[in-house]
C-alpha cells in the first residue's frame, strides 16, 4: 500500500469581507480537542453578519446554506464583531455541539471545544466506511478524519475520468491529515446513465470501458468482479439492479442513500417504478415515503433469494452532505485493512445508518451476514435487537422476509430500546432490524432554511434511521422465496427488456439480451 500525505494550509485566515477594515474585524481561534488531545472535527463558524467564515486553505464542506470547514484540531477565523455561533460536529458517534461567543473588533478570542462520544463503535467491533464519495483525493483525508471514518473512496471515474488520482500505482492510499490516518481506494468509479448508478469500490486499476448511455451496466460490473471489487447500486429501485444482481454481480444495494442529507432529504417518488410496471406502488414524496421506497425495494430482492448487503453513501463532492452522513459500519475484525473491510461489507456483517446504532443478533450467536441452517421441516429462530441513538427514537422493528415480524415499545425520548422475538421459520427466510430517530437539534425556524427548490428540490427532514444486513435462513438449504416478490421480478424482467431495447444501441443491446435469456434460462 503507497503512503500519500496530504498537506493544508488551514492556519491561513480568509481576508476582510463587507467593507470592514483589518482593525475592526475580531479573530476567533478554535481549537477542538477530545480527552484533552487535539482532534479533527467539521466545524462552523457564522459571524455577526451572518457570514460563514473559512479559514483560507482549509477544505470546505457545504450543507445547504452552510458553508463548514474540516478542522484539523485548531483554526484561526476572521469575524465581524459581534455575536458569533460556532457549531461543531464529528460524524455519527460524538454529540454536536453548539456555542456562542462574543468577539469585539480588534480582538483575538479564544476558544476551546471538547468533543464527547455517545458511543465508540471500535470498542464493540466496527469500522466505518461508506461506497458514494466525489471527492478528490488531497480533500479525502481531512474529510474522512473530520467525519471519523475509517476507510474512503474517491469515485474518480464518473462515467468517464472526472477527478484526478495522486501519483502512483497503488489502488488503496493511506491517508494522513494532522495526528489521524485512514486509507481510501482511488480508482474507483461510478456509471450512471438511466439504467441505474452502481459504485465500483475497491477497484485495483481504472475503469478502461468506455461511458455510453446506450450500453447497460452489466459489462462494468463484470469488469469490477474481474477485479475483486465491491459492486454496490445506488438503491433497490434501479433499473437493472434485479438484472446484476440475478447474473451474481451485485454485492451491495444502497439503503440509507444519498437521498438524505444533513437536515434533509431529496423527495423522489418518481424512482419508486422506473421500469413502469403496473400496480407496483407509489411512494409518497415524504422522508417517511423515501425511508420505505429504499427499504421495500430492497426487500423485494432479497425474497429473491439474493443475498445482498445493506448500504450506504451520500455523494459528497456532488450534494451538500458531509462525508459518511450515510455509512456503513462493519465488523472486519481486528486492525482490517481496505481489503478486509470491503470484504466483511460484501458478506453483509453491517448495518448502515446516517443516526442511530442498531446490533441484531440471534441465540445461536448469528449476526448480519450469517446463515442459520434448519432441517427439512423447520424451526423457531429467537431474535434479540437493540438500538441506541443521541436523538430520541421513534421505532424499532424486526422484519422477516419483509414484512415487520416485531416492534417495540418506546417511551417518549429514549435513547435506548430493546427487541426479543420468537419467529417461527417454515420456509427459506432472511431477518434484519431498523429503527428511526428524530433529530430535535436545531428548532423549526433554522431547520426550514434547507428547503432548496429548482429541478432536484430538497426538504427538511428530522428523520434519521438505521438499518441491517439480513440475517439469512435456509430450510432444507433453501434460501427465501417469496412468491409475490418474485411474480413482481419476473414482471420486472420483462419491462426491463422492453426498456433494453429502446435503450441500448444496436451495438450492445445482444449483450443484455444475452444475459436475460441467461436468467429465464436457469429458471429465476
Not at 463558524?45 to 463548514?68: N, S
Request: net charge neutral.
Amino acid at each position: 500500500m503507497q503512503r500519500f500525505v496530504l498537506g493544508l494550509a488551514a492556519m491561513a485566515v480568509l481576508g476582510m469581507g463587507h467593507g470592514l477594515g483589518a482593525a475592526e474585524m475580531g479573530v476567533l481561534e478554535v481549537s477542538v480537542a477530545e480527552a484533552g488531545a487535539v482532534a479533527p472535527a467539521r466545524v462552523r463558524v457564522r459571524d455577526a453578519q451572518g457570514v460563514d467564515r473559512v479559514p483560507a486553505g482549509a477544505v470546505v464542506v457545504p450543507i445547504g446554506p452552510d458553508k463548514w470547514f474540516a478542522c484539523m484540531g485548531r483554526a484561526m477565523i476572521d469575524v465581524a464583531p459581534g455575536r458569533v455561533s460556532i457549531r461543531v460536529e464529528r460524524g455519527t458517534e460524538y454529540r454536536p455541539i453548539i456555542e456562542t461567543v462574543q468577539v469585539a473588533g480588534g480582538q483575538t478570542v479564544r476558544r476551546q471545544i471538547e468533543l464527547h462520544r455517545w458511543i465508540d463503535m471500535k470498542a464493540r467491533g466496527y469500522v466505518s466506511g461508506e461506497n458514494h464519495l466525489h471527492v478528490r483525493a488531497d480533500d479525502l483525508g481531512p474529510m474522512l478524519a473530520a467525519e471519523g471514518l475509517d476507510f474512503g473512496t474517491s469515485l474518480s471515474w464518473w462515467n468517464g475520468p472526472n477527478l484526478d488520482v495522486p501519483p502512483g500505482e497503488a489502488w488503496a492510499r493511506e491517508l494522513a491529515c494532522g495526528d489521524s490516518q485512514c486509507c481510501a481506494s482511488v480508482y474507483d468509479a461510478e456509471v450512471e446513465h438511466s439504467w441505474g448508478a452502481v459504485y465500483l469500490v475497491g477497484l485495483r486499476r481504472p475503469m478502461a470501458i468506455p461511458s455510453d448511455g446506450r450500453r447497460s451496466n452489466l459489462p462494468f460490473v463484470r469488469e469490477a468482479r474481474r477485479q475483486g471489487a465491491l459492486v454496490c447500486y445506488q438503491g433497490g429501485w434501479s433499473r437493472e439492479v434485479l438484472i446484476d444482481a440475478l447474473l451474481g454481480c451485485v454485492d451491495v444495494v444502497n439503503v440509507c442513500n444519498n437521498n438524505f442529507h444533513r437536515h434533509k432529504y431529496q423527495p423522489r417518488s418518481r424512482y419508486s417504478n422506473l421500469l413502469g410496471v403496473e400496480g407496483f406502488e407509489q411512494y409518497p414524496d415524504t422522508p417517511e415515503g423515501m425511508i420505505r421506497m429504499n427499504s421495500e425495494t430492497y426487500y423485494r430482492l432479497l425474497n429473491c433469494g439474493l443475498r445482498l448487503a445493506a448500504g450506504a453513501g451520500s455523494a459528497t463532492g456532488a450534494k451538500s452532505t458531509p462525508i459518511g452522513y450515510n455509512r456503513a459500519y462493519v465488523r472486519a475484525g481486528d486492525n482490517p485493512t481496505i481489503e478486509s473491510f470491503l470484504e466483511a461489507w460484501r458478506v453483509g456483517r453491517n448495518f448502515v445508518t446516517n443516526g442511530p446504532m442498531l446490533f441484531l443478533k440471534t441465540a445461536a450467536v448469528a449476526e448480519p451476514g450469517d446463515t442459520i441452517a434448519l432441517p427439512a421441516d423447520g424451526g423457531t429462530v429467537h431474535v434479540e435487537v437493540e438500538a441506541l441513538s443521541e436523538q430520541p427514537l421513534q421505532s424499532l422493528e424486526i422484519v422477516f422476509n419483509g414484512r415487520v415480524a416485531g416492534r417495540a415499545v418506546i417511551p417518549s425520548d429514549a435513547h435506548r430500546a430493546t427487541l426479543s422475538l420468537d419467529v417461527p421459520v417454515t420456509q427459506g427466510a432472511w431477518l434484519a432490524a431498523r429503527c428511526i430517530e428524530r433529530d430535535m437539534l436545531l428548532p423549526d425556524e433554522q431547520i426550514s432554511a434547507y428547503i432548496k427548490g429548482g429541478g432536484t428540490p430538497e426538504q427538511p427532514c428530522r428523520l434519521r434511521f438505521a438499518h441491517t444486513s439480513p440475517i439469512y435462513v435456509t430450510v432444507n438449504g433453501r434460501g427465501a422465496q417469496v412468491e409475490k416478490s418474485m411474480t413482481e421480478a419476473r414482471q420486472m424482467l420483462d419491462a426491463f427488456e422492453q426498456f433494453a431495447r429502446k435503450t441500448a444501441s444496436p451495438e450492445h443491446l445482444p449483450e443484455i439480451l444475452d444475459a436475460l435469456e441467461q436468467i429465464r434460462s436457469a429458471g429465476r
